[in-house]
């Protein structure tokens, strides 16, 4: 009988699978540094995170080399502390390939979404942008100032919630979980950029509402990371649940109900 590629594996493969290697795997990305309004950080952030020691926000547009196949991903993500730690709380995390969109939603708790992930060099002129729903929210538009020196390996430490939203529509089917997710970064080439990064308006992702008050870096880099993650906490469904909304596009899909009809309407 023909193997049934859909049945189940057995305990070698299982094994197998896990200890397979992964190749190095190197990115082109650009990364901008900017103080927004500390309010608005502190508002994005659910409990048990707090402000970091700084209202900045971090945006990246990269483009990877995975496997052969080109991969855009981006990240827009505020300054946050948990537990005595900094780090990153990402708020959306734009995708152009499936596969790395629902690994890491399903084993990190990554706010990952499908969405276009664009960077592209001519000579010192960079573009770059991530758009979602045909709105472009991020954009950085620039020039190559020059080379900067090469920084030692890195360490940077993500924030992420891992939750299932209830079957029946009512909180949550179990405790969602804070995990911490240390990535540790080397970078083989780094300049500096100048230029400016532009915020608009979109629904779905509205990253306008962390203006840029002050731009501190721009830099565009060849960078190759690894990561780990682990759970750090459970935390209290009633703090989480009014922060529910930032995972999806509809920000009403949490009240679960219907809007009610305008004048307009009638």
């Known amino acids: 009988m023909t193997r049934v590629r859909y049945g189940p594996r057995d305990a070698a493969e299982m ?14 990305g650009l990364v901008a540094h900017w103080e927004s309004d500390p309010d608005a950080v502190a508002a994005v952030l659910p409990p048990p995170l707090e402000p970091g020691p700084r209202p900045v926000v971090r945006a990246a547009v990269s483009t990877v080399a995975l496997h052969g196949r080109p991969l855009g991903a981006g990240s827009v993500a ?24 629902t690994g890491g939603r399903e084993v990190f708790g990554e706010p990952k979404k499908l969405g276009e992930v664009v960077l592209e060099r001519e000579g010192l002129v960079i573009r770059a942008r991530l758009a979602r729903h045909g709105i472009a929210f991020l954009e950085v538009r620039g020039a190559v100032a020059r080379e900067l020196p090469l920084p030692p390996p890195a360490q940077r430490l993500d924030f992420y919630f891992k939750f299932l939203p209830a079957v029946d529509g009512d909180g949550f089917d179990a405790d969602p979980l804070l995990i911490h997710c240390t990535r540790t970064e080397r970078v083989r080439r780094l300049e500096s950029v100048t230029g400016d990064v532009v915020l608009r308006e979109s629904m779905y992702d509205p990253v306008a509402d962390l203006p840029v008050r002050r731009l501190l870096d721009l830099t565009l880099g060849e960078r190759a990371t690894t990561q780990q993650g682990r759970v750090a906490a459970k935390v209290n469904p009633r703090d989480l649940l009014p922060y529910v909304h930032q995972r999806y596009d509809d920000v009403h899909q949490i009240l679960d109900r219907p809007r009610p009809p305008e004048a307009s309407d009638r």
Do not use: F, K, N
């Open 15 to 28: 094994a197998g699978a896990r200890r397979a290697a992964v190749p190095e795997i190197w990115s082109t």
């Open 78 to 101: 505020v300054a946050a502390r948990h537990g005595g730690q900094d780090g990153w709380y990402p708020l959306v995390m734009p995708m152009t390939g499936e596969r790395a969109l």
